[in-house]
């Protein structure tokens, strides 16, 4: 009798659209059944429907909250079904001023970019390191590599997903583990239209494509790096956000900051 074959799995967060569905299609080609999670169980629903060639668990969850974090958590630790692939991939952003913002407002902010991606690949790594085996990918931007965005959270929180994502990553990399971070540019998704940033006078010649973000980042993944930087314009841009003098970065941010659209008080 033939051996049976222990199928992937991999756990999605933000998985209803944008990057976060452009993994669940992609992996879901590869073969992985998937745990889709975020808020919205209606739009869960219709994503698994249209993944219907895998094995497709819904889970919603708001990862801004406490409940939220435990529910995903347990899933990672189930010893039932092992979780091989997890993709924190939620993420937020706002469109104000640190001086007109509210505490809760940030503090919503930095529970979902930065306590959910620590408690989550907190309670994944132990099980991936006692298998040998298992991969986390971390959705940061490029935007984490300078002050962008003169009076927003949001590069600061992303920062600090790349940097704990690489500390992670060399922490594991020995047990047969692979942890990275995935800094895409602008890419097409409900973002800002979520945070209600108008982007229109961003040229077009900046836009990523969703799908073509992830099959970057997994094809970074698999060579073991553990900072993904998809298409070369924000690679060079990310070059000169690292080496070019902070007062020229300062001024490129700030014209940034018209463009988009962003309020400034």
């Known amino acids: 009798m033939a051996a049976v074959t222990e199928r992937r799995i991999a756990l999605i967060t933000g998985a209803t659209a944008g990057i976060g569905a452009a993994f669940a299609r992609e992996l879901a080609a590869e073969g992985y059944d998937l745990v889709l999670v975020a808020r919205d ?3 869960l629903g219709a994503m698994a429907a249209e993944l219907s060639s895998v094995d497709v668990a819904v889970l919603p969850a708001d990862l801004a909250t406490p409940e939220g974090c435990d529910t995903v958590a347990a899933r990672l630790t189930d010893p039932a ?10 993420g937020m952003s706002l469109n104000r001023s640190f001086l007109r913002s509210t505490v809760e407002l940030e503090e919503a ?32 931007s490029v935007s984490g590599f ?12 992303k920062a ?14 020995g047990y047969g583990v692979r942890v990275m971070a995935l800094c895409p540019g602008y890419t097409r998704t409900e973002f800002h239209d979520r945070a209600g940033i108008d982007v229109s006078k961003t040229p077009s010649w900046m836009w990523l494509d969703a799908g073509a ?51 400034t008080h």
């Open 109 to 140: 902010l930095l529970r979902l970019n930065v306590n959910a991606v620590m408690r989550l690949t907190l309670a994944a790594l132990p099980v991936m390191t006692e298998r040998g085996r298992g991969d986390i990918v971390n959705v940061s």
């Open 213 to 263: 973000v992830v099959r970057a980042g997994l094809k970074d993944l698999r060579k073991g790096k553990l900072v993904s930087v998809p298409d070369w314009k924000y690679k060079l841009a990310t070059f000169g956000m690292r080496h070019a003098p902070q007062g020229l970065v300062h001024r490129v941010s700030r014209r940034t900051r018209s463009r988009i659209g962003r309020e």
């Open 81 to 90: 079904r092992p979780v091989d692939l997890l993709v924190n991939n939620a």
């Open 146 to 157: 300078a002050a962008l965005m003169p009076g927003s959270t949001y590069p600061a929180s």
């Open 41 to 43: 169980e209606a739009r």
């Open 160 to 173: 600090w997903v790349t940097n704990f994502s690489v500390s992670q990553g060399q922490l594991v990399r």
